[in-house]
């Protein structure tokens, strides 16, 4: 009989998909790794179960505990998987703005979640990070994972989707692209294959316009996951060779066309990394191979990035996308329908 014991047993190993019409015209081969395909639905599963097996065998998450994060997205689903595998509570904070479909997504999965205010001062006793901070200190066993200080987040990548990347591509990648949030992601992985290749692997950064990364000031933007409005622990600043910059309407376009050409329903960091990772083939060669990874899937995001009304709201839309009908195509020159 083929099956594991739990789900988290299933956490990794995630295929890579070639893209075929986004690239059409382009010269490298570009291959997706698709982290959707994780139980938890998204790239935090890996770090996920690596922070937390890392305090357990420190002492700092023991048996019965509780684990406090402030999340109200996939780092929570991860979490609150693993912690069900393993017998913990969770304790998930979030701000009021976080949609309530979120919210129901971890209490589905049995995590408790606070909501706080957003219209308040951090300094605030009920802002985001006081209520966060209160109930790890208040909480008997509780513990916070801090994905944005945690170093088991980089080494999640380091030891789970560099060697993954580097034995699915024969040791032919060129190029890593990913998006940066906490760094994890492209610390951990960009370490790895750097390390694996003699340096010769290039690590590509996708950020939004705006964020710190690709030099902005912290300006706010739209796509979610991603760039931040200060440099977390997580971020090796060293890693990447490039960071691309990359505006709110082309991530959304290319999320869009991800699953329109590709059949692959994805969230907008991922449109966003695989607008950068195409950008960068336009300017490669015939040999070069590179692998984007995007992180979830699309389905946390009908109600924006694949809501037309949403689009328009903001301008997003390219002109050939908004409001064409099935008749509009099929009219004929005269005007007239078949
Ligand atoms: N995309 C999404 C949807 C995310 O939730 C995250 C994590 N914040 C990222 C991309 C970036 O990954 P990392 O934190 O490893 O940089």
């Not at 030099?215 to 996951?225: I, W």
């Not at 050939?320 to 008749?327: F, I, K, N, P």
């Amino acid at each position: 009989m083929q099956y594991v014991e739990h789900v988290a047993d299933l956490v990794g190993n995630t295929p890579l998909v070639k893209l075929n019409t986004v690239t059409q015209g382009l010269q490298p081969l570009v291959l997706a790794k698709l982290e959707y395909m994780n139980p938890g639905g998204s790239v935090k599963d890996r770090i996920a179960l690596r922070m937390v097996e890392a305090a357990e065998r420190s002492g700092e998450l023991r048996p019965g505990g509780t684990i406090v994060e402030p999340t109200s997205g996939n780092t929570g689903v991860g979490l609150a998987m693993v912690a069900q595998r393993k017998g913990y509570k969770c304790v998930f904070v979030c701000p009021d703005k976080v949609s309530e479909d979120k919210r129901n997504v971890l209490k589905a999965y049995g995590a408790e979640v606070v909501v706080c205010p957003t219209a308040v001062a951090p300094e605030h006793p009920n802002s985001y990070y006081n209520v966060s901070d209160r109930l790890v200190n208040e909480i008997d066993g509780a513990w916070k994972p801090n994905q944005y200080a945690n170093v088991e987040n980089p080494a999640s990548h380091y030891h789970g989707t560099g060697p993954e990347l580097w034995k699915q591509t024969e040791g032919r990648i060129t190029h890593f692209v990913a998006g940066v949030g906490t760094g994890g992601t492209i610390s951990g992985t960009g370490r790895y294959l750097k390390e694996v290749s003699g340096g010769k692997v290039k690590i590509v950064g996708a950020d939004p316009e705006g964020s710190v990364y690709s030099g902005g000031t912290g300006r706010p933007y739209l796509v979610e996951g991603v760039g931040e409005d200060f440099w977390p622990d997580t971020y090796d600043r060293d890693i990447c060779d490039e960071i691309i910059a990359i505006s709110d309407a082309d991530s959304f376009n290319v999320t869009r066309r991800l699953a329109r050409e590709e059949a692959l329903l994805v969230g907008g960091s991922c449109g966003m990394a695989a607008a950068a990772a195409l950008e960068l083939a336009r300017r490669e060669g015939p040999d070069a191979v590179i692998v984007v990874l995007l992180p979830d899937g699309g389905r946390g995001y009908l109600s924006k990035v694949f809501n037309d009304a949403w689009m328009s709201s903001y301008g997003f839309l390219a002109p050939e996308e908004s409001g064409a009908t099935v008749g509009d195509v099929l009219r004929r020159k005269d005007g007239t329908l078949p």
